[in-house]
């Protein structure tokens, strides 16, 4: 049974820092594409972030240069460290893991919450 388990969110104020992370388990995890989608309340889930199994890894526009995530093949766990965080990126924050036309699985989400 594959699990994706998100931990380290929270409240943190404007500017501040959290590092997210993700536990798999139950797959393959070196073959697997890992990303991380947000999601606001009344706004559709959107992708933030994914690093390939190759370790490439891509960005929404909105956090390019204060998101950073990074993959641990060794641990199966994927960490997203989210700096000068901003009001908007309160979100609930998921854990995605992915072969394409092979399997898609989520997290249960981990909320993270910007605010003075």
């Known amino acids: 049974q594959v699990q994706l388990v998100e931990s380290g969110g929270g409240l943190v104020q404007p500017g501040g820092s959290l590092t997210l992370s993700c536990a798999a388990s139950?797959?393959?995890?070196?073959?697997?594409?890992m990303s991380w989608y947000r999601q606001a309340p009344g706004k559709e889930r959107e992708l933030v972030t994914a690093i390939s199994s190759g370790g490439s890894t891509n960005y929404a526009d909105s956090v390019k240069g204060r998101f950073t995530i990074s993959r641990d093949n060794a641990k199966n766990m994927v960490s997203l460290q989210m700096n000068s965080l901003k009001p908007e990126d309160t979100a609930v924050y998921y854990c995605n893991a992915r072969r394409p036309f092979l399997a898609n699985y989520w997290g249960q989400g981990t909320q993270v919450t910007v605010s003075a």
């Open positions: 139950g797959l393959t995890f070196s073959l697997y594409a």
